[in-house]
């Protein structure tokens, strides 16, 4: 299976409401990344979390990540109508400089 | 204070023709790396580079695809023959040095081969 397997595929909710990805992988590794990617467009990087960190925060981002459970959530709070994109985890394992991508999870917030 | 450069943005190429696409990394970044981005998909990744040498091509297909990243100028992914499983979004990242594996992203070059 792929590395870095996000939940939920598709995510519609209301502007203002909180949003959150979960993003599980299999491999142990050296550090997590979200990346958010607009329809078209190329990625952005949002936030990196190390191993040995369990919580970053990053103005309405916050990013958990449990490495005895192998998975690591997005929280995107107070959302508004631009923060409608396709958000991906992606992780590097120990040793590796590629960054392994998931499916993504493709947010709609509607107004 | 350039980000991570691309060209061309969209290409269209006709089956059997040749495609370059072509990276320039972040000023300051000596590490490329190529992805390709399926619609609907995430990003699968193709191949790392540094200067004049290829570290990790296990994403690379064997026939057809090369890659590389000479001492001056941009990094160049080259396409030989294009078929049309071919089509995709190719990205270029870059990162400052190794161990630091924050990578930033281009802007993307879209392949379509008719």
């Known amino acids: 299976s792929q590395q870095g397997e996000e939940d939920p595929q598709a995510l519609s909710i209301q502007e203002g409401e909180n949003a959150t990805m979960n993003c599980s992988y299999k491999?142990?590794?050296?550090?997590l990344q979200w990346y958010r990617q607009n329809s078209g467009r190329g990625l952005v990087h949002l936030i990196l979390i190390r191993s040995n960190e369990r919580e970053k925060h990053s103005g309405r981002l916050r990013v958990t990540l449990d490495t005895s459970k192998k998975s690591s959530s997005l929280l995107i709070t107070a959302s508004r109508a631009a923060d409608t994109a396709s958000y991906f985890c992606a992780t590097d394992e120990w040793g590796a400089q590629k960054l392994v991508f998931g499916q993504g999870t493709r947010l709609t917030i509607n107004p | 204070n350039a980000g991570v450069m691309q060209n061309p943005r969209h290409l269209v190429r006709r089956r059997g023709q040749e495609a370059r696409l072509r990276c320039s990394p972040m000023k300051g970044h000596s590490h490329v790396y190529w992805y390709r981005q399926l619609p609907e998909e995430g990003l699968k990744f193709m191949v790392y580079l540094q200067k004049e040498n290829i570290i990790d091509e296990s994403g690379m297909p064997k026939e057809r695809f090369s890659a590389e990243f000479p001492k001056e100028g941009p990094s160049i992914l080259r396409i030989q023959q294009v078929v049309r499983g071919d089509s995709a979004a190719y990205f270029c990242?870059?990162?400052?040095?190794?161990?630091?594996?924050?990578?930033?992203f281009g802007p993307g070059t879209r392949l379509t081969v008719t």
């Open positions: 491999t142990s590794i050296n550090n």
């Open positions: 990242a870059s990162s400052q040095e190794q161990g630091i594996s924050e990578q930033y």
